[in-house]
């Protein structure tokens, strides 16, 4: 089964996340077919005169990591296994301090922040889904009560880090780690608070006190740890937020995979060039063939039909090239990304291809799920949209993941294609435009806003089982208004 999710990153971008549950049962390996069809209005001139496949994947930025296991927050706070795990990996490398044990350390610590962060997420979207008081009150509290419970725990622990003269880039990993943790505290009890305010302002009176008292207690705690991560209301912030995201990345890395491109099809590619260039000798000396039967081995009616013979049979190696080319493109590839866990075991391979095609070449299920209406076609002078198809077949070891879950407890993958749009923006008109409105007086002189629609079809193939939905992105030439799936 695949969970999509679609949304805006920036002003420019959208991310694309597609969750593969794998089947880690009987089979050998999991595939998965995907196909994404951008579908661009006429006047953006997004065609194969104006955007190359070399374009396309500059604007595609595409990374594959496991799922953070989900744990509600009374659960991590109630198991005492979790601290014990990382309490065990911090004496076993007090006790050993090899690569081993270093590396077990560092990945305990960096799973539980992982798992507190997505813990406060869920928390945070049950309360959001909640309209009873009493639901919201016991979410509140349970919210505040595991919290405090984690990071009081977790912090017993900086002691064995730090009093034992552990090289300091082993003691990073846990400063870095408990900084973290308390900027998250900090950020997700603002939402906390944002929300309260959006679904229940009675009950933001009543824990406003108590929310905000976490607030401060974590940006003092930071401060008296001379973490740099501190926040000033008069600044731009800019060393807060980068510090914030180099966080994020250095706690996320553990449940990253490693990709490595390598060109496509390129077995199959070097067949076909090779058949064309075949087919084309055939001829060429088949020609020479007749022309030494019908003139002689020596003659100028000779000479001239064996260099047009060779004239044709260039022509005809890249005419073949371009037909078999387009005949077998459905098994050619622009690039493979093998996928590497622990940066040294291959696990699976993601193939990927680009093409710019007409309407016709669309299947029919397709283009009925795009249900042009009749101001579409208006819209595009009548000669329909220019259709981008990204293909993506992902395989991946059920074998080799069986043993990744046992460490992880997760045998979800997650692909994620973060897509820049700007290229599509070059020819668009001024993102306002002058329009009048009737009034009793007579009329106001005004600006609409003018904006283009790029439609996106994915189609999914898992199991034999097919799955396609719609998305409709609203843009113009300042970027990214909204997305809007289409059902």
Not at 408 to 437: A, C, G, W, Y
Request: proline share 2%; with cysteine.
């Amino acid at each position: 089964m695949i969970d999509e999710t679609i949304k805006i990153h920036d002003n420019y971008q959208f991310e694309i996340k597609q969750a593969y549950n794998l089947s880690l049962d009987k089979k050998k390996k999991n595939f998965y077919f995907v196909q994404t069809y951008f579908f661009i209005p006429h006047n953006l001139n997004i065609n194969r005169e104006t955007y190359a496949k070399e374009d396309f994947y500059k604007d595609l930025r595409a990374t594959i990591r496991l799922r953070t296991p989900s744990i509600l927050m009374r659960t991590l706070a109630a198991d005492g296994n979790v601290m014990v795990r990382m309490r065990r990996s911090i004496d076993e490398l007090r006790a050993r301090r090899d690569q081993r044990s270093a590396s077990n350390y560092e990945y305990q610590i960096k799973m539980f922040c992982l798992i507190y962060k997505k813990s406060i997420r869920i928390q945070l979207q049950f309360l959001k889904n909640s309209r009873a008081k009493s639901d919201i009150a016991y979410l509140v509290n349970e919210l505040i009560a595991s919290a405090r419970t984690l990071i009081t725990n977790f912090r017993e622990l900086k002691g064995l880090v730090t009093a034992d003269g552990l090289p300091p880039e082993l003691q990073m990993v846990y400063l870095f780690a408990d900084e973290y943790l308390s900027l998250k505290t900090e950020t997700h009890t603002c939402r906390l608070i944002e929300i309260l305010r959006e679904i229940d302002p009675n009950s933001l009176k009543k824990f406003y006190p108590r929310l905000m008292r976490i607030v401060r207690e974590e940006s003092s705690y930071r401060l008296a740890c001379g973490y740099p991560s501190i926040a000033s209301p008069d600044g731009d912030n800019e060393k807060f937020v980068f510090r914030q995201g180099a966080l994020k990345k250095f706690l996320s890395n553990i449940l990253y995979l490693e990709t490595r491109v390598e060109k496509g099809g390129k077995y199959l590619e070097q067949a076909v060039y090779s058949i064309a260039a075949g087919a084309a000798m055939v001829f060429a000396t088949i020609v020479a063939f007749i022309g030494q039967t019908w003139y002689g081995s020596i003659s100028l009616p000779f000479f001239i039909a064996l260099v047009i013979s060779y004239m044709f049979k260039d022509r005809m190696k890249e005419l073949l090239r371009l037909y078999l080319n387009v005949t077998l493109r459905k098994w050619l590839y622009d690039r493979q990304r093998n996928i590497y866990h622990s940066f040294h075991e291959a696990i699976g391979a993601c193939k990927e291809s680009f093409n710019i095609m007409d309407d016709d070449s669309v299947p029919a299920k397709i283009l009925d799920f795009r249900a042009r209406d009749n101001i579409t076609d208006i819209n595009n002078g009548m000669i329909g949209e220019n259709v981008i198809l990204y293909r993506k077949y992902i395989r991946l070891s059920s074998k080799k993941f069986r043993k990744i879950k046992q460490r992880h407890s997760t045998n979800d993958v997650i692909d994620i294609m973060r897509f820049n749009i700007q290229h599509f923006l070059r020819s668009m008109d001024n993102p306002e435009k002058k329009i009048f409105i009737p009034v009793s007086s007579g009329y106001r002189k005004t600006f609409g806003m003018r904006v283009y629609h790029i439609n996106i079809i994915t189609h999914f193939i898992v199991d034999k089982a097919e799955y396609i939905r719609r998305f409709r992105i609203v843009l113009n030439r300042n970027g990214i208004r909204r997305i809007e799936e289409v059902v």
